[in-house]
């Protein structure tokens, strides 16, 4: 008998899952049957489909990568659908910089869509994964804390920085060093110019990860979070105790770790702020810090009009993740790219040396001179996209404008019904032959005339990166200040071809971010 009603409450539950799918696949094809496209079985950035191992069932998050050259072409189509038959909702993907203006433009009938924002509010509220009235509240309180001042600490931070990593790690007195991974060197050096000029935390670089007593440093607390997002947002709290492997305590302490910490600075910040205005002191001019900022605009403006604490928390949290683990790998893809490119590198290393002359040291002024090695960062960004898909929903039945494929020149209209995702690929648009042509080869001149309207991966409208000018400044310093005193080389092994060596090294794996899994180079001094 209870077998009878075991197999009854199955059979319900597999028809119940089968009726569901076919409304879904019936629901998906009505709104989106008119767009070329193609089924598969779960939806990419759905948990599941996310984390389970990807293979001919499941496309798995790197999908975009795996197919640039063809994902959109084979359709002639920049505007595409993806109807899954098992898991997940048909969305839209498109590779189009002109679609992408329409849908992230002002007044635009798209919204930041639920699903892509789960795993960013992990922490609490915030900037990035806020909308309407919250979000404007939020970006008119965080954007003064980016300004000229910050961006000139953010370069004396970043050469200071470099120059302790120079030091700690015996670099200055080697002809040449190896590093086995440049990505652990970028990573750092991120992390710790983000803690010290977003958060007034200045991090030593020589200080190890674990004590004598194995409690992480803050260091290691910050990427052990920044790391582990989406198995943080996906897993469930009892998990941790009922499996508490190594790993999985890394990930408990360190957010339950974070959090006190950020609680803990806003209450010192806090005082410190009261009694710097109890002297009347000059506020504005004392904070240079985007945390302290955001603590001195809730004292002044009170929490109605300002950020309450678990907003200052979750703002703090997204800037440490989307301020470093951005930067970084896209450091780490220039300088290997750079390393594949020796003729860039020579331009590049030229044009340093010809803004520098008798070996100046550069400052913050010479940042806009120094366009030909931004212009490698934006490259080195174009081909390894940090942020590398955004996800919207549209608000209302909308008509897209879309640059035709069959018709060069041509322009078609795309229906994108309300309640419908769309994915900005930004694989897809990097990639994209019509914007950038020849687009797999390494070629920083695209960007010499500084038109970075054309850059659209930080974002375009009133939510494009409120970091842009952060991360590129860093970077600016970073690659001038490693690239005048040495030649970046990659390492080969035996018999191995360059080409072997950007697949084996360069195909990133697409989680939260874009990220590079190790990157072995040599860094061989200049003028020896
Ligand atoms: C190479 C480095 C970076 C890349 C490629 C990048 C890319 C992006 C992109 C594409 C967006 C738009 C997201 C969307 O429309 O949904 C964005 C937003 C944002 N980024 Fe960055 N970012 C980088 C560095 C940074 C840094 C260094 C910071 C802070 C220090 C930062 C802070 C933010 C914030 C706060 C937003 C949200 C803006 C808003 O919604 O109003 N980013 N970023």
New binding site residues.
Partial sequence: MSFFLVLSAVAAAFTSFILWRAFKIWDGYKRLGHLPGFYTLCEATTAFGALAPSGSWNLGLSFTWKRKEYLYTQYQSEVIAIFPLLWGNANVYHASPEVLRQI?GINSAFH?SEM?QGSMKIMGP???ASEGED?KR??RI?TPA?NGNSYRSVWEESSRIFNEMIKHEGWATEKDALIPDICVYSRKF?LLI?ASV?FGLPLDWSEPRYDAQGKMSKEEIITQVSMNILPRFVLPWWVYSVFPTKGLRAIDTAYKTIEVLLRNMIDTRADEIRKSMSLNEDLDHQIRD?FGRLVAAQIREGEKLSLNDQEIIG?AF??LF???E??AY?LSATLALLALNEEEQEIAYQHIKKTLPDDRLPTFDDYDSLNVVLACFYEG?RMY???YL??REASEDTRLTVPSLKRPGETETVTIKKGTTIM?D?VGMSYNERIYPNPGKFQPSRWYDTNVDRLT????G???????K??TT??TCFLTLLLREWKVEVVLEDGQTKEEWKTKYLTPTLLTTLTLDEVPLRLVKRGL
Avoid: D, S, Y
């Fill in positions: 992230k930041k892509g915030n900037v990035v979000w939020q970006r965080t980016f991120a983000i977003g985007v703002n997204i800037l989307a301020g470093h951005t930067t896209t960004l996209p940090a942020a955004t996800i900005n930004f991966n930080f974002g375009a009133p939510r494009t990166c409120l970091g842009m952060f991360a860093e970077a």
